[in-house]
């Protein structure tokens, strides 16, 4: 099992919520493709809005991979984008600020945003049972 954080602005990680989807970066599949039935991923939202609304920067919502292989689905008739199938987990929303000094995957404490420009990109189980404690998450 890997752990992941995908970097998706809040009101996508509702929608995904709702449809029981999570999405890469620019609705391409190499990074989906990366992902295994099991791995558990957490949702970091930089802004309630893609490209707008409010700074928020907080980790939204958590959930599992399920299913065997990215799909594809009609947004738009130009929006095509790849997906993976989750089952999302209850929980809390939760700051990233009171984290950043004990998360690994942040190596410059002080420029920390930087750290999660990659989009979606695998963490430790240790930085994610922080995540998933902080977001008081029900892991199983």
Same mark, same amino acid.
């Given at each position: 099992?890997?752990?992941?954080?995908?970097?998706?602005?809040?009101?996508?990680?509702?929608?995904? $919520?709702?449809?029981?989807?999570?999405?890469?970066?620019?609705?391409? *599949?190499? *990074?989906?493709? +990366?992902?295994?039935?099991?791995? /558990?991923? *957490?949702? @970091?939202?930089?802004?309630?809005?893609? +490209?707008?609304?409010? +700074?928020?920067?907080?980790?939204?919502? &958590?959930? =599992?991979?399920?299913?065997?292989?990215? @799909?594809?689905?009609? $947004?738009?008739?130009?929006? &095509?984008?790849? =997906?993976? =199938? /989750?089952?999302?987990?209850?929980?809390?929303?939760?700051? &990233?600020?009171?984290?950043?000094?004990?998360?690994?995957?942040?190596?410059?404490?002080?420029?920390?945003?930087?750290?999660?420009? +990659?989009?979606?990109?695998?963490?430790?189980?240790?930085?994610?049972?922080?995540? *998933?404690?902080? /977001?008081?998450?029900?892991?199983?």
């Amino acid at each position: 099992m890997k752990y992941w954080i995908n970097c998706v602005a809040k009101n996508h990680v509702l929608a995904g $919520v709702a449809g029981g989807f999570t999405q890469a970066p620019n609705g391409k *599949a190499e *990074a989906l493709k +990366r992902l295994s039935s099991g791995d /558990m991923m *957490a949702f @970091y939202s930089e802004g309630t809005l893609f +490209r707008a609304g409010e +700074r928020l920067q907080a980790f939204t919502a &958590i959930g =599992r991979v399920v299913g065997e292989a990215p @799909y594809q689905t009609k $947004v738009t008739a130009r929006f &095509i984008p790849w =997906r993976r =199938r /989750m089952e999302f987990l209850e929980c809390e929303e939760a700051p &990233i600020l009171p984290l950043v000094p004990g998360l690994g995957f942040i190596t410059d404490k002080t420029d920390w945003g930087l750290s999660l420009k +990659r989009g979606l990109f695998e963490i430790s189980a240790e930085d994610f049972g922080a995540i *998933a404690a902080a /977001m008081k998450a029900d892991l199983g």
